[in-house]
């Protein structure tokens, strides 16, 4: 138990000592100087991705897609990212809109993207409003996936409960044979979104703890150096 109610004192597990024993960004980190930050969010977030990508950072399309059920519950998964249009302040993604992610933002068009890179202590947090792609912007990115994820995509039925990993063979197979005989074929559902930035908070971490945070936020409708302001933020 980590919280011993018992003598309000805190007592780690070996797990939670495990964890002690391991602080975040103790490491050299980049400098980000948020007066020679661009006047818009996208431009840095790319120059930080690619940063990524060049620093050997495993996945670092990969990031975490937050929104909220029906309930207001929150929920979040982890999901690739398919570009930037950085000129917008547009994030790109794609998944299954009958699927949990897709029916919690047909209630509910707003969401959040994050993505921590721990090479280089930097941690990203996007939000705003979703819009999905028409129907048949949808399908034409479809088409451009590999015949793998046009597959996985074609068995569909997303996060339902599965009977048996056989179960799913059998409805791969199936996809992949109705895929061979109509290459053209699309999943039903398969949905192009983006994600049009509102807030935009760039982090960067320090290992002396003197973090640095620059957010950026939306004040207009325009494309340019005029759409957004942007504030440093306590640490
Ligand atoms: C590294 C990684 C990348 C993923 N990429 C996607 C993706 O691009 N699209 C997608 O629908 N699910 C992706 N997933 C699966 C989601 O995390 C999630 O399990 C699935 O979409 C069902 O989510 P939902 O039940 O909230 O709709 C990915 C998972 C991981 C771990």
Wanted: aromatic share 6%; no cysteine; net charge negative.
């Amino acid at each position: 138990m980590a919280a011993d109610h018992g003598t309000d004192r805190y007592r780690p597990s070996p797990v939670g000592e495990l964890l002690r024993e391991r602080p975040p960004m103790a490491r050299g980190l980049p400098e980000f100087d948020p007066d020679l930050a661009p006047a818009e969010p996208g431009p840095l977030f790319v120059d930080w991705l690619v940063e990524a990508i060049e620093a050997g950072v495993l996945d670092p399309h990969v990031m975490t897609l937050s929104t909220v059920d029906a309930d207001g519950v929150p929920d979040a998964r982890a999901l690739v990212l398919r570009d930037v249009d950085a000129a917008e302040g547009g994030w790109v993604f794609a998944t299954e809109a009958d699927s949990p992610k897709g029916r919690q933002l047909a209630l509910s068009p707003m969401a959040a993207l994050s993505v921590y890179w721990p090479p280089q202590g930097r941690q990203v947090r996007i939000r705003g409003s979703v819009e999905a792609a028409p129907p048949a912007v949808s399908a034409d990115e479809f088409r451009g996936r590999s015949p793998g994820a046009r597959v996985a995509a074609l068995v569909g039925r997303q996060s339902e409960p599965l009977g048996s990993l056989a179960a799913y063979d059998r409805a791969a197979d199936e996809a992949q044979l109705l895929l061979e005989a109509d290459p053209e074929l699309v999943a039903a559902g398969h949905t192009v979104y983006t994600l049009r930035a509102q807030e935009v908070e760039f982090w960067q971490g320090d290992p002396g703890r003197r973090h640095v945070r620059l957010r950026y936020t939306r004040t207009g409708e325009g494309v340019g150096r005029t759409a957004w302001t942007s504030t440093l933020l306590w640490p």
